[in-house]
């Protein structure tokens, strides 16, 4: 069977077509590919730019979380050093007049409220007395060794001729 001239030409024409239509789908596909890399890089950069600006927030955070707990200390070890001057160990009066002072110069933000604000505080005069409790114990301990150290060293001398 011989395919006439024409009938090769229609035929080369339809190939060529339809390659050159599967070409543009190629180009037009991996065009879309192309915007969708696009985005997605520039999502990416934003999300390393956001990530880059939550790690020094967290570091920020971090640094903060440590300076308070530094204060907690230097605030407890002041308590502790008070134990042998007070008559009792737990001022009420003292500790709501703290959390009346606090409460009217921060209670007004939009971040600390007079309930936190003596939740917080309740805790730490809890753990001050605590340690001030351990302090005292201490220090009896250490009073009730000196003197029975003095006695004995007197006993001893009295025994001596």
Request: glycine share 4%.
């Amino acid at each position: 069977m011989a395919i006439s001239n024409d009938n090769q030409i229609a035929v080369s024409k339809e190939i060529t077509l339809s390659g050159w239509r599967r070409e543009k789908r190629k180009k037009s596909r991996s065009g879309d590919l192309g915007n969708r890399l696009r985005s997605i890089k520039r999502s990416e950069k934003t999300e390393v730019r956001l990530n880059l600006s939550l790690i020094k927030i967290r570091q920020e955070i971090d640094r903060l979380d440590e300076k308070i707990l530094a204060l907690l200390e230097r605030r407890f070890a002041l308590a502790i050093s008070t134990v042998e001057t007070k008559r009792r160990l737990r001022d009420r009066k003292r500790e709501m007049a703290i959390i009346a002072r606090l409460g009217n110069k921060f209670a007004c933000s939009h971040y600390l409220t007079l309930a936190f604000i003596k939740k917080i505080y309740g805790l730490i005069f809890n753990q001050s007395l605590a340690l001030e409790k351990r302090q005292l114990r201490e220090l009896r301990t250490k009073r009730k060794k000196q003197q029975f150290k003095k006695a004995q060293e007197e006993k001893d001398e009295r025994e001596r001729p």
